[in-house]
């Protein structure tokens, strides 16, 4: 199988998706036609606007917005797969909006990359005449508008305290807040100060729109939160058409309404911004800026991996202070990193489905995610043979210079994906760990005097081995049953226990091969432990896995020679592998380990 992006989940992934409390919320309010008279142009816009077109098509929408500062990881996928899974579900939309309100921090490479990510993931924000790519700096006039619609309404206030200040008058979780002493001007007298913070009069930092809520509210925000603030900063979209920015917390919910969002999922970091979510988006539609019904938010879980950092900051650091080779080395938990180490996106939405979506924060085993990758790919995989750790098997009585074709499936079983030739000679590769001079008990594979298979080919008794002067072995010796070839009438007239792969000497090659381990080598990087002392601060850098890489020459079958960048296969008894899509050269791919076989390499001959 590919791993590029020749997939679709636009079909649903299974007949009957597990429900759970976000698919019973639409439910319900599909059932209650709650969105059904909603008005969409086609594109987004203010209520007035939206009020002109037809009734949307869209049962319900859904967004995911990223920031463009940086690579997508797993968590972003979980919430990839729930927002545009949703939408296929339930007849919806799912739009894919950059989040790009910030003037500093974002750039055109995460943008180009989160795009790509999303389409290799398999989901699409096109179709049935809608393209529902939105660019957040777009609407920075509809939220300017509302901002001094809050104004005009007494219900924001423009605010010149420092931000020291600020912060001492907020308040804590047990004591109200100040009032400002600027929180009752007049209407004029703000709207005035409003558009000189836009005209460019002010410095940074030394005015802020307020929303004008409650300073005694024992939400802390709802205490007069910031929604606009001055920024004299280029903006990557904009240019420098704007000193004054949107505020996350105001941006958000306006984007949603514009857009139509019937349901915005977040995280549940963002709970406590809920009221001011819903307080915000019924002022404006009060004013007739929106149209009703106003978006609602709902929370879940984010996902938590073990082994796993998905802290935005901390993969930076390793990727800056280059732990790693960069934000697609194979190792990395992101989107780019997961397609260079084979990981499919199958895989992904397969793990989305098993995982479900709650309201519990949970640790999701590692275990979990690499099952599920493993049960697509052995599906999916061709098998195809690699000696990873090789040691000379030669047939005495096979005669030299002869050679035979061995005809093998693809696939155990899908006939379907066909056969393809091994050739077979006098002298084989093997792995190492299949001969042993004085064999353990219960031991199957070789030793002097017993009897494998070789895979495809012949039943060989061993005879013996070769060894240097240091007494390591470097051949084992053999001899063959000529009549006992898989797929002949005799194959099954020698009964043996042990079953061999192996790669001709003469016909195979040698190729890189990395084997991937985990990236920590402990569970929960950079946490306290039990019995941690008191003052003890843990470096999540202290936990990497020193071997999390190593790069071996392994001996190939031929066919794999042919092996394009991105195509996957069963390495048998190895685990999976994937050419690698940059270092890999006509003719001579280069193999990435996704993940071993359940078993390990050699737990069983
Ligand atoms: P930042 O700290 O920069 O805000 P972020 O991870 O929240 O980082 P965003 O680009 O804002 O990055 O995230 C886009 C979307 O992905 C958001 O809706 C967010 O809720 C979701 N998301 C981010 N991390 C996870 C996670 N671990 N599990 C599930 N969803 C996540
Ligand atoms: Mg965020």
Redesign the pocket.
């Known amino acids: 199988m590919s791993n590029a992006n020749n997939n679709t989940a636009n079909a649903p992934a299974s007949n009957a998706p597990a429900t759970n409390f976000i698919r019973n919320i639409i439910d319900a309010d599909l059932a209650a036609g709650k969105n059904a008279q909603r008005r969409w142009s086609g594109k987004p816009g203010l209520g007035a606007q939206q009020l002109a077109g037809d009734i949307d098509p869209a049962k319900i929408r859904t967004r995911?917005?990223?920031?463009p500062?940086?690579y997508l990881h797993f968590?972003?996928a979980?919430?990839i797969c729930l927002n545009f899974g949703l939408a296929r579900d339930y007849g919806g939309r799912c739009h894919l909006r950059f989040?790009d309100t910030n003037p500093e921090k974002e750039e055109k490479e995460y943008v180009d990359s989160i795009i790509d990510s999303v389409k290799w993931l398999g989901f699409s924000w096109e179709g049935d005449g809608e393209n529902n790519l939105y660019f957040a700096s777009d609407y920075f006039d509809w939220m300017v508008a509302s901002a001094e619609y809050l104004i005009a309404s007494g219900n924001a206030y423009v605010d010149g305290q420092s931000a020291d200040e600020m912060r001492a008058s907020r308040g804590t979780l047990t004591e109200p807040g100040k009032d400002s002493p600027n929180r009752n001007r007049s209407i004029e007298e703000n709207m005035d100060l409003f558009k000189r913070m836009q005209a460019g009069e002010f410095a940074d930092g030394t005015q802020i729109l307020r929303a004008k809520i409650d300073m005694a509210s024992p939400n802390i925000n709802m205490r007069d939160p910031a929604i606009y603030r001055i920024r004299h900063a280029t903006h990557h979209n904009t240019g420098d058409k704007w000193c004054v920015y949107p505020m996350y917390t105001f941006a958000h919910p306006i984007e949603d309404a514009l857009e139509n969002i019937t349901h915005s999922i977040?995280?549940l970091e963002f709970e406590d911004q809920r009221p001011f979510y819903d307080w915000l988006l019924e002022h404006l539609a009060q004013g007739g800026l929106l149209q009703r019904p106003v978006p609602c938010q709902y929370e879940f879980s984010?996902?938590n991996l073990t082994y796993v950092i998905?802290s935005?900051r901390k993969l930076i650091q390793l990727v800056e202070e280059k732990h790693v080779s960069g934000w697609d080395d194979p190792r990395m938990p992101t989107l780019v990193g997961a397609r260079r180490r084979g990981y499919t996106p199958e895989g992904f939405r397969l793990f989305a489905e098993r995982i479900g979506v709650s309201k519990s924060d949970s640790l999701i085993d590692y275990v979990l995610f690499e099952d599920c990758m493993r049960e697509v790919m052995n599906e999916g995989c061709e098998r195809r043979v690699a000696v990873l750790d090789p040691l000379k098997l030669i047939i005495d009585n096979y005669r030299e210079g002869q050679s035979e074709d061995c005809v093998t499936h693809n696939h155990p079983f899908k006939p379907e994906m066909g056969t393809r030739i091994m050739p077979f000679g006098r002298e084989l590769w093997i792995e190492r760990e299949d001969f042993m001079e004085v064999p353990n008990k219960g031991y199957r594979r070789l030793f002097p005097g017993n009897m494998a298979r070789l895979r495809h080919g012949y039943v060989v008794k061993c005879t013996g081995c070769d060894k240097d002067a240091a007494g390591n072995v470097i051949a084992v010796h053999c001899e063959y049953l000529p009549d006992t070839k898989s797929g002949t009438p005799g194959a099954d007239s020698v009964k043996v226990k042990g079953n061999l792969h192996w790669v001709s000497v003469e016909h195979g090659y040698q190729a890189e091969v990395r084997l991937y381990e985990r990236l920590f080598s402990h569970p929960a990087p950079g946490m306290r432990r039990e019995g941690d002392a008191e003052d003890l601060e843990r470096n999540f850098l202290d936990d990497l896995n020193p071997d999390s890489v190593k790069v071996i020459t392994a001996w190939l079958e031929p066919a794999l020679r042919q092996a394009k960048p991105e195509e996957l296969f069963q390495f048998e008894r190895h685990g999976y592998f994937i050419a690698d899509r940059y270092d890999s050269k006509d003719g001579a791919p280069v193999f990435n380990r996704a993940v071993t076989l359940k078993e390990a390499a050699g737990a069983k001959a």
């Open positions: 995911f917005p990223p920031e500062n940086g968590g972003h979980k919430s989040d977040c995280t984010r996902l998905l935005k």
